[in-house]
């Protein structure tokens, strides 16, 4: 009966969080703005765009001002700009003058809002040549004022969707759908096949190809963050954030502290700790007559005294020197001699010990 409960709670909570989901969806709304920045990703951005070139190995680089002096490095420049029926600009307006003069200049026309997908139409291209000659269906332009120049790519009424002309010695190519080349229908029909086409055939060899983002207001500095794109700098600063946690919690105990094991005294410890309180109570009397009575017992063993004697006769028996240092510290209980008296005669008796035991044989 619990576990049913359990399960219905589940899915009540799954639905619940379905629901809200579904309304989340379906309120939302798209921005169908044209923001052409290589930098955003929304429907209206380039940053397809830059990354389609960049893994086709095309020399890309984002420009964020104005040119002060003429690059020789770069040798084409892509601008998406209003149509003429919406020449509202984003920002800065576009001056190619900042530009060599062999500089190729691909600008493609763009409206103020996308197309939404039900709106996007597509038209059967053709072009004599050989670079577009494997474009076969594009982006419909239909939407924008026809281009001028000389067509290198037409659609089935012989419209003109790409085209090239020659001012002095600067080349310009018209591209009249840029829509096609934004984010949204990138990946649409041939559309990336067209703009790979356009900058492959057109580009300078060893020539960069610059996308003047300051056009669209955007003017900020060149560094990590506006080099990867919003996406990227996302997840960066996320993982940046997971590793300062990880940092942090790695360095925290979790769980109840480690139980503390006393550690077992060993008998060192413990001599140690019985020499230390004699040393303190000036015990030197203990410690000569308990190093007296433990000497006695072994001599008494080597020379066979009866075990009914007393200490004095015991004491009596003992030859030479080492009988001689035994009396004199039996002379000595009840006093408390000093801590240099005592460790004399302590190694005294120690040295006539063994030396005794070496001549009897251990």
């Keep these: 009966m619990k576990s049913q409960r359990i399960l219905f709670a589940g ?48 020399p890309i680089e984002r420009l964020f001002s104005p040119l002060r002096k003429d690059r020789p490095d770069i040798g084409m420049v892509l601008v998406f700009q209003r149509g003429y029926r919406d020449a509202a600009a984003w920002g800065p307006e576009f001056i190619d003058d900042g530009f060599g003069e062999s500089v190729v200049i691909v600008r493609a026309r763009t409206n103020h809002v996308l197309p939404s997908r039900r709106d996007y139409h597509a038209v059967e291209v053709t072009s004599s040549v050989r670079a577009f000659s494997q474009i076969g269906r594009v982006g419909s332009g239909e939407n924008l004022t026809l281009i001028d120049g000389q067509p290198v790519i037409v659609d089935s009424n012989d419209l003109p969707l790409v085209a090239v002309s020659t001012v002095g010695s600067r080349t310009y190519v018209e591209v009249g759908n840029g829509a096609m080349f934004l ?44 080099r990867l794109g919003p996406a990227y700098s996302a997840t960066l600063i996320q993982l940046l954030l997971m590793l300062v946690l990880a940092i942090y919690t790695l360095g925290r105990r979790f769980g109840y502290p480690d139980a503390e094991v006393p550690t077992k005294p060993g008998t060192g410890d413990f001599v140690r700790a019985l020499g230390e309180a004699f040393r303190r109570a000036k015990g030197t009397d203990i ?76």
């Design 183 to 226: 984010n949204r229908f990138l990946g649409h029909d041939d559309n990336a096949k067209l703009l790979v086409s356009i900058v492959k055939s057109l580009l300078p060899e060893g020539k960069k190809l610059a996308l003047p983002e300051y056009v669209y207001g955007v003017t900020s500095p060149d560094n990590l963050f506006t």
């Design 287 to 362: 410690v000569l007559e308990t190093e007296l009575r433990r000497a006695l017992r072994r001599v008494s063993q080597r020379l066979n005294l009866p075990a009914d004697l007393t200490v004095d006769e015991k004491l009596a028996r003992v030859p030479g020197d080492l009988g001689a240092t035994m009396r004199s510290i039996y002379s000595l209980r009840g006093q408390k001699p000093s801590d240099d008296l005592a460790r004399r005669t302590l190694g005294s008796l120690e040295r006539l010990l063994s030396d005794f035991e070496s001549s009897r044989g251990t």
């Design 11 to 58: 899915v009540g909570v799954v639905t619940v969080l379905a629901l809200v989901s579904f309304a989340l969806v379906s309120l939302g709304s798209t921005d169908n703005s044209v923001h052409p920045t290589s930098l955003s990703a929304d429907p209206g951005g380039s940053l397809a765009l830059y990354r389609l070139l960049e893994s086709e190995g095309v």
